[in-house]
C-alpha cells in the first residue's frame, strides 16, 4: 500500500496511513500531527483508504533546506 499512496501524494507533503497514525497517537508522538485527509481512492484499482497529512508541530524546529 506504502507505493500507491507515494504515487498520490502531492509534492512537498507527507502522507500517511490510518494505521500510522493510530500508532503515532498510541505512542504519544509529539512531533508531528496528523490530520484527516479523507477517504482516497488509490492508484491500480487498489482500493480506498483514508489517509492522513503527517506535518511537523513546530515546523521551524529541525527542519533544514537543502539547495542542489
Keep these: 500500500m506504502t507505493a500507491h499512496i507515494e ?3 502531492p509534492v512537498g507533503q ?3 496511513s490510518q494505521q500510522f497514525g493510530a500508532l503515532a497517537s498510541t505512542q504519544k508522538i509529539i512531533d508531528f500531527n496528523c490530520d484527516y485527509v479523507g477517504r482516497v481512492p ?3 484499482k ?3 483508504v483514508p489517509l492522513y497529512l503527517i506535518h511537523r508541530q513546530n515546523p521551524r524546529v529541525g ?3 537543502i539547495s542542489s
Excluded: N
Design 7 to 9: 504515487f498520490i501524494t
Design 42 to 44: 488509490l492508484p491500480q
Design 63 to 65: 527542519s533544514r533546506i
Design 14 to 16: 507527507v502522507y500517511a
Design 46 to 48: 487498489a482500493g480506498i
